[in-house]
């Protein structure tokens, strides 16, 4: 239900001892125990807020697959508090979806496609008193209400660094495009490499003249060249030109967004055999065909595991609250998520808590350990091998 305006109740119990001036220790203070107050009506509501438009049109399509298929496995196991929960979608870049969900009473939100999205819905959820849990974006500024089960943002560097340096190769030089996310890139890239004993021998921005890219490439003699710009034709201009001067597939990798099918005037089997990274968890088999059964139109599985895992720990946390309000949820979703007996499935973990009194939820995208910041992702990147038609094929991490 709507959570505006609740409050919650803190039961404080602090003993204070005062200290004499002769110097006697000072007895222990106890830790504060922490209550909430129940709230809910003894049903789970989900809503979710992805993109389905646009750039995160995939991901947003993969992201509602993952929590419809987390919302059948939790009711087959008999649902949340004994009772059957219920969803609601809404596109999440509709500036009136937040209020259209909370209109439909929900008790946690789960969306966020982007960071910018996301830094959006999160006040609206603080002030509503609705826990609001992304699966694609971290928060700079988290309050007690917001949670994150994306990869850490530095996951595709760390996952570029290890992957080259798995090659023997030592000194790399990024080709990138003049944009803030492709600069940060480069930031996370170098300590990256540093830690993984990688030489970053020069960046050289990607211009639409291929000249003076290639020229500075080549002065840099670097192992491995690693690409991030946009897929668009004048950078696959420069990247013809990259392989005609000899840097071919074997020593070609793609970050972030630049991975992707490449078209003309890249000629066929040019990027046969270069690698590739990208944000997100690497997606089991068996997980891959249950989400295309739940959406048979699914071109991607991106933040997929990410959106199931959200479901079931926000599920998790109203079993182990014994209420499915918002502020109850929000309370016990890092209880849910680490220090208890591990646990695979929501199924399982129902199993556990007839036994222990609390659980710890290892999901679809791996262990999710919530921190203090609200964050629990951790580092995770795709692994892609481009085939000779141009276009990547996810191999693991």
């Known amino acids: 239900m709507t959570r505006a305006g609740t409050t919650i109740a803190l039961g404080l119990s602090v003993a204070l001892t005062l200290v004499a001036c002769t110097g006697t220790e000072p007895e222990p203070v106890p830790t504060p125990t922490v209550t909430v107050a129940p709230s809910g009506d003894g049903v789970l509501r989900v809503g979710t ?56 009473g929900v008790d946690v939100v789960i969306g966020g496609s982007s ?121 696959a201009a420069v990247l013809a030109d990259l392989v005609a001067a000899g840097y071919g597939a074997d020593t070609l990798w793609f970050a972030g ?4 099918e490449w078209k003309k005037p890249l000629p066929s089997g040019a990027l046969d055999g270069a690698g590739g990274v990208t944000l997100g968890s690497p997606t089991d088999p068996a997980f891959a065909v249950a989400l295309e059964q739940t959406d048979p139109g699914l071109t991607s599985t991106t933040f997929a595991a990410e959106a199931y895992d959200a479901t079931v ?11 499915d309000g918002g502020p109850s ?31 710890d939820y290892v999901g679809r995208s791996g262990a999710v350990d919530i921190g203090e910041d609200g964050n629990g992702g951790g580092v995770r990147f795709r692994l892609w091998e481009f085939s000779s038609a141009n276009k990547p094929t996810l191999v693991g991490k």
């Open 313 to 323: 720990l926000a599920a998790l946390a109203a079993e182990l609250a014994g209420d």
């Open 49 to 104: 807020a992805f993109s389905l438009g646009g750039s995160a049109k995939a991901s947003g399509a993969a992201q509602v697959a993952g929590v419809e298929l987390a919302i059948r496995d939790i009711n087959l196991a008999g649902g949340v508090n004994g009772a059957p929960v219920e969803v609601f979608h809404r596109d999440g870049s509709d500036p009136a979806a937040f209020a259209a969900l909370v209109e439909k």
């Open 257 to 260: 967004s630049s991975v992707g």
């Open 115 to 235: 960071v910018a999205r996301a830094e959006e819905l999160a006040p609206l959820a603080t002030d509503a008193g609705i826990p609001f849990l992304s699966a694609a974006a971290t928060f700079a500024a988290p309050t007690p209400f917001t949670f994150s089960l994306a990869p850490a943002p530095t996951s595709v560097a760390t996952g570029l660094a290890e992957s080259i340096a798995a090659t023997g190769a030592t000194r790399v030089t990024l080709v990138r495009a003049e944009a803030a996310e492709y600069e940060l890139l480069e930031t996370q890239l170098t300590e990256a490499m540093d830690v993984a004993g990688l030489t970053l021998a020069t960046t050289t921005p990607l211009t639409a003249q291929a000249g003076p890219t290639v020229a500075e490439v080549a002065t840099s003699t670097p192992d491995v060249v690693v690409v991030a710009a946009p897929r668009k034709a004048a950078v």
């Open 329 to 359: 949820i929000a309370h016990q979703l890092r209880a849910a998520s680490a220090e208890g007996i591990p646990c695979a499935s929501f199924a399982e973990c129902l199993d556990v808590l007839t036994t222990e009194p609390d659980v």
